[in-house]
């Protein structure tokens, strides 16, 4: 069983929401006076989900660098989404497709971070490459807010390929670089389009870049050159919602 903590008060109640069938079991801080978890802990014995009261020193051993909050939830995880999962997934969304791309995105709180855009953007898939993504780690999950259980993410060994299988079921893919002319609000995000995003250092990786359709940036007239790219994810997502809701 692929089992593991997930740790937080936002990231508990996502499982409790939206998968409590695999959520095993619940582990509250010995002492722990916050209602909210409180409020967790009564909808797990509700939902005959064994609660537990441990020593706060067991959820840090757990939690590991993530913020625990008093509260973590073993749960045991469904098989991650796979490259051979995508086309039936962009067939469910047809034109609303809405993919996200992390090319080489390793640290767990930007990655956690683009989750919770996702998530809250509905996009349809998150795609990251198996040898350069930090995977879901309790770190992850916690940064996510629950976005981590709400969004399929797939991790694909050849990210070029996955790239091509987007292009072969018609989306337009567009890749983020600051070297670019074109703003991002110049692009045509209505259609199906998948939004690629590079790593925090290099940006995206030049066979990645190469096999991009568009590339665009988001203009900045100020005075840093660059955005964090959690942040950055959250900008151009929202810019594709704004053009596909006719927003002003």
């Not at 051993?61 to 008093?70: D, N, P, T």
């Not at 993504?133 to 999950?141: C, D, E, I, K």
């Not at 976005?147 to 050849?158: E, K, S």
Request: aromatic share 2%; charged share 20%; net charge neutral.
């Amino acid at each position: 069983m692929n089992e593991h903590w997930i740790v937080g008060i936002n990231p508990v109640d996502g499982a409790l929401n939206n998968d409590a069938a695999r959520v095993c079991e619940l582990l509250v801080e010995n002492g722990q006076r916050n209602p909210r978890v409180h409020e967790l802990a009564e909808r797990a014995k509700a939902l005959k989900i064994p609660v537990h009261h441990r020593p706060r020193e067991q959820l840090d051993k757990l939690a590991g660098e993530a913020r625990h909050q008093g509260v973590a939830a073993l749960y045991e995880a469904p098989a991650m989404a796979t490259e051979g999962d995508l086309p039936a997934l962009l067939e469910q969304v047809g034109s609303a497709a809405l993919v996200l791309v992390l090319d080489g995105v390793t640290d767990p709180h930007n990655l956690g971070a683009c989750l919770r855009s996702a998530a809250a953007a509905n996009v349809t898939a998150v795609i990251v490459p198996k040898d350069r993504a930090v995977g879901l780690t309790p770190v992850v999950r916690r940064a996510s807010a629950g976005g981590a259980d709400r969004v399929p993410l797939i991790a694909v060994t050849n990210l070029a390929r996955t790239l091509k299988v987007l292009k072969d079921a018609g989306v337009w893919i567009t890749g983020l670089a600051g070297d670019t002319e074109q703003s991002i609000y110049g692009i045509d995000l209505k259609g199906p389009v998948a939004l690629v995003m590079g790593s925090e250092g290099e940006g995206m990786r030049r066979l990645t870049r190469e096999t991009c359709d568009f590339t665009a940036k988001i203009p900045m007239p100020g005075a840093m050159e660059s955005l964090n790219v959690s942040v950055a994810t959250g900008v151009v997502l929202f810019e594709a919602l704004r053009q596909r809701s006719g927003l002003r």
